[in-house]
């Protein structure tokens, strides 16, 4: 009977760009919206979906055996677990995500000291207290099932713990953030027990090498062009590479193929200097994997 690694699927913002970092990565996920076992092409994986919120209560316990979460939910869950991997992705700014507390624009509230006795609400409940507690003020946490925003700008708490990526919805409800938590990121963890199992170590390490290597490649591409050889040195000299570019003879010809590997946002500003400087035949191209 074959081995199989079972991994857990985070539910929710995070499930679309979960999917396809791994179909980047080279497995193909294939969701049903009836079905929280999702089809895989790898027989050595078994997939459930599960909310990132609750992932790393299954990863500790065994019932998974890997998971992808948010560090914040780790911390809230307090859960004893072993981070894998960091795989800075998200729905939005492809950027790691912050807790920020914030008020209503015209409160007297400035700093964490003034909110000693007052109201807090959040999803965040566990850490916001023990944030609070630790730095000994007194502060009543209450869970917020969502439109966190609205709690605060309708009198229903003095101040709100909150996720954001742009600040956009913060702004949007006349709020100001007066302090950062922590910043989170996608995180790949294992079941301790797991971790010590050689075949799904090997597995869970593999899986890890691959994830990041898509991420790695998201904003960097590569470039090739032909170059004749009286121009080879002045299309070097302003060639950015990972390491050095690489250069081929052409067939029975005193050109030059040159290969590359760049940041996406350089390519815009490079590629008119190339062709400046003699390069012709320029072609980019995008990459699966950076490993």
Request: charged share 30%; net charge negative; proline share 3%.
């Given at each position: 009977m074959n081995k199989v690694l079972k991994l857990g699927i985070p539910k929710g913002s995070l499930e679309k760009a979960t999917i396809e970092l791994f179909e980047k990565s080279g497995w193909r996920i294939k969701l049903s919206s009836r079905n929280y076992f999702p089809e895989v092409d790898d027989d050595e994986l078994s997939?459930?979906?599960?909310?990132?919120?609750?992932?790393?209560?299954?990863?500790?316990?065994?019932?998974?055996?890997?998971?992808?979460?948010?560090?914040?939910?780790?911390?809230?869950?307090?859960?004893?677990?072993?981070?894998?991997?960091?795989?800075?992705?998200?729905?939005?700014?492809?950027?790691?995500?912050?807790?920020?507390?914030?008020?209503?624009?015209?409160?007297?509230?400035?700093?964490?000291?003034?909110?000693q006795g007052r109201k807090i609400a959040t999803e965040l409940v566990n850490f916001t207290r023990r944030y609070f507690a630790e730095r000994n003020i007194d502060v009543s946490v209450e869970f917020s099932w969502g439109a966190t925003e609205g709690k605060v700008v309708s009198g229903l708490a003095d101040a709100i713990v909150e996720v954001t990526e742009t600040e956009t919805t913060i702004r949007a409800h006349g709020l100001r953030i007066i302090h950062e938590l922590m910043t989170s990121n996608t995180q790949l963890i294992a079941n301790r027990l797991s971790w010590e199992d050689p075949w799904k170590r090997e597995k869970i390490e593999n899986m890890a090498l691959l994830l990041q290597g898509a991420l790695r490649a998201d904003r960097i591409v590569g470039l090739k062009m032909n170059v004749p050889e009286e121009r080879l040195q002045a299309v070097i000299d302003i060639l950015p590479s990972l390491n050095a570019p690489t250069i081929a003879s052409l067939y029975q010809t005193d050109w030059f193929s040159v290969e590359t590997v760049i940041s996406a946002h350089q390519v815009r500003d490079l590629i008119p200097q190339l062709i400046r400087a003699g390069a012709q035949g320029i072609i980019e191209y995008s990459l699966n994997k950076v490993i």
């Open positions: 997939c459930s979906i599960c909310r990132a919120q609750e992932m790393s209560r299954y990863v500790e316990s065994g019932v998974l055996d890997a998971g992808i979460t948010g560090k914040d939910w780790i911390l809230e869950n307090d859960s004893d677990v072993v981070v894998v991997a960091d795989l800075v992705y998200s729905k939005v700014s492809k950027r790691p995500t912050r807790w920020v507390l914030a008020v209503p624009g015209d409160s007297e509230i400035r700093s964490l000291d003034d909110l």
